[in-house]
């Protein structure tokens, strides 16, 4: 009974928004947001569950939140390198690599947290170097 109450209230809000932004320039981006959405909302089962374990809150909306986060720091910080008139590539696989070298420490060679960014900073260094030539020494 509640599920769908909310998923109702969910998207009455979400009509409010975007009937309030008509007219303006990011309508259509929040559109296809919304289209986006209701695609989850029929075709993946669950999406829109969240429920509290714990006194914790646990649903899929709070996972893409928490695993987009990354992204979105690094993707600020691109939009501040394209702004100034550069163009740096090797972000993105920067921080693949990075993220591969902490984790297989973490999880493989049961490290702990500190070793494991510190190598990963180490192992990048390079990488920086050729990224930023003046901010490193």
Not at 45 to 73: C, E, T, W
Not at 108 to 118: D, F, L, R, Y
Request: proline share 4%; glycine share 10%; net charge positive.
């Amino acid at each position: 009974m509640i599920d769908w109450v909310s998923d109702l209230i969910f998207w009455l809000v979400f009509c409010v928004v975007l009937f309030s932004l008509r007219g303006k320039r990011i309508f259509w981006t929040v559109g296809a947001l919304a289209l986006l959405l209701l695609f989850n909302q029929f075709f993946t089962p669950g999406f829109f569950h969240i429920q509290v374990l714990g006194g914790h809150l646990y649903g899929s909306r709070l996972d893409v939140l928490n695993q987009g986060a990354k992204v979105m720091l690094l993707s600020l910080g691109m939009v501040l390198v394209i702004a100034t008139g550069g163009v740096d590539l090797s972000v993105g696989a920067v921080m693949a690599i990075a993220a591969a070298v902490s984790s297989r420490l973490l999880v493989t060679e049961h490290q702990p947290a500190g070793v494991a960014i510190g190598v990963a900073l180490i192992a990048l260094a390079p990488a920086n170097q050729r990224a930023a030539p003046g901010l490193t020494p």
